[in-house]
């Protein structure tokens, strides 16, 4: 990855930004529009709202046949909430086992 001066990383993704699409403060760290956008369409889905597709992977709902059942879920990565689809939700939970493995989520899934 090129990384053009004045750029600056997202605490969340870690891609290097442009200033003009960061927000945030240096002493905490930034968060990009992407991770942003993406946390509130999390926090909505939580509401109720449609996913519109898993921010891992970038599969959208509309990809995926009709007729088949899809689940999205809503993981809190990283710090700020992302939706995922399944595929991405158990690896990223299995790779996790430091946050899921001592609660009754993670003895579910034996971690």
């Given at each position: 990855m090129l990384i053009?001066?004045?750029?600056?990383?997202?605490?969340?993704?870690?891609?290097f930004?442009?200033p003009e699409d960061?927000m945030?403060?240096?002493?905490?760290?930034f968060i990009?529009r992407?991770?942003f956008?993406?946390h509130?369409?999390?926090?909505?889905?939580l509401n109720?709202e449609?996913p519109?597709?898993?921010?891992?992977?970038?599969?959208?709902?509309?990809?995926?046949?009709?007729g088949v059942?899809?689940?999205?879920?809503?993981?809190?990565k990283d710090?700020?909430y992302?939706v995922l689809?399944k595929r991405?939700?158990?690896?990223?939970?299995a790779?996790?086992?430091d946050?899921?493995?001592?609660?009754e989520?993670?003895?579910?899934l034996?971690?």
């Open positions: 053009q001066a004045g750029h600056l990383p997202c605490r969340y993704c870690s891609k930004r442009a960061l945030g403060a240096g002493a905490r760290g990009c992407y991770c956008e993406w509130k369409h999390a926090l909505a889905v109720g449609t519109s597709g898993c921010q891992e992977c970038g599969t959208r709902l509309e990809e995926i046949s009709p059942e899809i689940r999205m879920y809503v993981v809190p710090g700020c992302q689809c991405c939700c158990d690896s990223y939970v790779r996790r086992r946050v899921y493995g001592a609660t989520f993670g003895r579910r034996k971690l």
